[in-house]
């Protein structure tokens, strides 16, 4: 096994000598063989023009000029051999020009000769080279160059071998012997091969021609003196000159020593002044002589020159700013030769250092101080080193930095953008600020403080994030920096914001045979930015557990929003709605409300005293159950009418449009109708009184009128168990939720209002249920009235316990504060009703809205009570179309009065408020608006309480302000 131990010198010697000992032989046996068979050489030989003994040596004929049948192998001739034979014989082949050199043989080709006989001289030349060695070692810059001139050949020759037909890859044996580990016995052997080599060249020579060597240093420093000294072995040299060259790679240099650089040169001896690296390379000297028209020439060894030395360089070169400077921080290196001057320019002019402009700069400083920068020290400012070797510059650029900005070409709605910068700048920034505008041209400053931003400490390059975008980030932005020497304002982007939140369409099956709801969602995106993140169905507002209830609603997921509702009973009723959620937002769909069935009477006809009904079914979950039914007039009990009797022909229980015909006047006088729907929640039933005396084209029932459908309290006819559950689950909630700490002011408020008879048991209630209790006995908290319940909650700041209240009395129709939503084109108007809503009666809520009606020139049905708010007394919500809205506004004295007649004093349009009794708290509520309005100050004489006083007053007021509509009301 080879040893380990070679040094890196003498590794690059045994790869050098295997590859011109062995390696070098077998592309110029392929040559060879190429050109001239082992069994054609003898006459190629004998038949050759120049004598065999003028190229010969004896023992060379021995092995190689063979009389047939016998015949040469080739693996047995050395590299001389081989280059002999393919120099004097291949010129007779049939196609010279493939294998003559460009310059001719014995020649040193170009580095532009390109033949294969130019690369067949380089392999002899490589081997010559190793055979001048003087060590068994080998520098690595030397190797270096001998390999690559080697790896550059070989590549050549393996493309003209395989383009003749052969199959070789000297490339492959090349890189083996790169890759092998020799060791000292190795060494030796090549030792040997080197020393016999150097013999048989000397051999070759013609006895009488000279020999020649050089000698001088292999390794000298930079700026230096070398010399080359050549030796001629023989006295008979008169006739040979004398010329040295210089190799570097595979180009050939001649040398010119009347040249400064080579000045005191003589024919013998080469001087080179202050070396460089430009010098470093292998050295000869040739002799050369010319006889009988034939050239010769003899090279020396080769020395290869190593230069050592560096050109001056910076070890540290950094730029810091002060508050009220400028530094460049600068190290030269300690290498050889040593630094002996140094300069500083700027914009190519000198710096003058005798101002108090510039501190250090010099070779013993570590700094260049620039003082008070501004504008005027902006440019390049340039250091130079300089030593024996050369000089060096080192440049930096004071400038305002410069800064671009950019964004994505589309942020989603919501998300976070980023505002990226790049801002290049020699000087670190010392201030940046970011900058908005609505039009991009008038710019205001960001406060990247600001919850809504955040800027990073990066001063580089800095950062803007805005967090949670919405349209309101559509605008401009723009990036301004600032450095020592001054600033600059960015590019102008615009950020463009998209993106929508979920979209809901809801729809609903009524699945009979499994007693089901599908409550059917779509739930989509009008673009894919935000995926849909979340869904989750509630009921009364609360989300529903789907696991949570044995099976009872199916399992919802983004893919599959439908919720399934199974085994549907009265428990089930409430106000389903779903929500989705992205990235921008969330969206609630529409309520689906499954609840009793609801009946609206639409239509009523009389043609040829034939009665026409035709009513409208809302139902959630669809009804099991439609049927017209019919009682005597001296009975209680209703029995189901035969639709397709002769009497009651073109009826039908159809849902959701049934229609009732009564041919017969006497069933119209002898009757009560009623229509009965039922479904999983509850039954609803509905009577029509004295519908066949009215006029063709309007509504009246008997326990449902059209007013009362719109008067905010149907009085629908529910099953007592749906009402006492909805009225259960109210009174549970409220006593669970009201607060502890409420408790003693609940109580107080209770016995304060007097409207308890029982105080005794009120002073030993010890919990909200208990006080609720003592309401429910006395008929102040029932199923159908919670007014007084919410007065106590509103008056202890129970706002949600109040609003679920508010949600039971809009739901199941009782007593109590609420307000509807309007449809579109309707509006609502507030009327103050003097008095208690309690007293606020079927007669008196039908009144109102027959009188709205009159006024406004509309149908009854097309005004509605929607609610009812807390007040004084309380506030009727009422709901008109928009178009009448001015109408009931430009309100004359006539239907004044019929508002004061129901105890109504005064109604709101929205900020309008409309007086209807002049009264003294009505006339400061006119002058405290008017106040409020104009931001006027006036004498209120407020102890005045005679009301002939306090209208005088009103009246010179009204003259005052020129509010001649008022003055002419009062």
Known sequence: MASKTLSKDQQNFMWISIACVDFIKLPLKDILDNQIKPADLFNRINSSSTHRTYYLRREQENICFIPPPGQPDYNDFDVTL?????????????????????????????????????????????????????????????????????KSV?????????????????????????????????????????EATLSQLKEERIKDEPEI??????????????????DLKQKEASHWSISWQRVRGSVTYQIDISDKKYRDSTRTQLVIHSVSKDDEGEYQAVLARESNGNKRKIESNAIFLHVKGELPGFKVWKVTTEEESITIHYKVKNNAPRVYDIKWIKNGEGLNFKTQKYVGGGLSDSFLRITSPNGGDKG????????????????????????????????????????????????????????????????????INERKYHGTCNFMNPLLLIQNTTFDDILYYRLLVWNRIGGCVSNTIYLNVTGNPPNITCSHETCFESRSVKLIAKVYLYDTCHAIQKVVWTVNDEEIDQRGLGGKFSEVSVDSPCLTIHNINCCDAGSYKITATNAVGSTTSDAIVLNIPEVIFAKFEKEDGTQWVTVTIKSIPEPVLVQWRKRERNSDRFQPINVNAEEFKGSSCSFPHPVLVVKLKEQVENFHFQIKIKNFIGTCKKTIQDLFNLVPGTMKSENVSSDEINDGSLNENYDDEVAGIKFAILFDDLADHFPEEKFKKLEDLIQSSTKVNNIESLKEAKSARDCFRILYSENLFTKLDVTFMQFLLRRTGCKELDNKCAEYAKGQKALGFYEKQTEDGFKHIYFHVTGDLSNFNKEKRRQIRETVAAMVGCKTDRVSLNGYRHSESFIAI?????????????????????????????????????????????????????????????????????????????????????????????
């Open 82 to 150: 081989l280059y002999t034979l393919i120099r004097n014989l291949s010129s007779a082949s049939l196609n010279p020009t493939s294998l003559n050199p460009t310059k001719g043989w014995g020649k040193v080709p170009d580095s532009s000769h390109m033949r294969i006989g130019d690369d067949i001289e380089r392999l002899r030349l490589m081997r010559n080279k190793f055979a001048h060695a003087n060590s068994a070692g080998i520098p690595e810059a030397e190797f270096q160059v001998l390999w690559n001139d080697l």
């Open 154 to 194: 070989i590549p050549r020759i393996q493309t003209f071998m395989n383009s003749t037909g052969s199959n070789v890859n000297y490339e492959q044996k090349l890189a083996d012997i790169e890759r092998t580990d020799f060791g000292f016995g190795d060494l030796q052997k090549y030792k040997l091969f080197l």
């Open 213 to 230: 060597s050089i000698t001088g240093a292999e390794r000298v420093v930079w700026g230096e003196k070398t010399c080359f000294e050549a």
């Open 380 to 447: 390049t400012y340039s250091c130079t080193l300089e030593n024996a070797v050369g000089f060096t510059s080192r440049d930096v650029t004071f400038d305002i930095p410069k800064a671009t900005i950019s964004t994505e070409s589309k942020v989603y709605l919501g998300s976070t953008a980023q505002i990226k910068s790049e801002v290049s700048s020699t000087l670190p920034l010392s201030k940046y600020e970011w900058q908005k505008s609505v039009d991009g041209n008038a710019f205001e400053c960001m406060d």
């Open 878 to 970: 009422v709901s008109i179309e928009v178009i009448y809205v001015g109408k009931l506004v430009a309100i004359n004295e006539q239907d004044r009065y019929r508002f004061v007649r129901l105890n109504i004093d005064y109604f709101t349009v929205d900020f309008i408020k409309v007086i209807l009794k002049i009264s003294p708290v009505n006339v400061l509520i006119i002058m405290n608006t008017f106040q409020r309005q104009n931001n006027t100050e006036f004498y209120h004489p407020v102890s005045l309480y005679h009301p002939k006083l306090e209208l005088i007053h009103l009246l010179d007021f009204c003259i005052k302000w020129k509010m001649k509509s008022l003055w002419k009301q009062v």
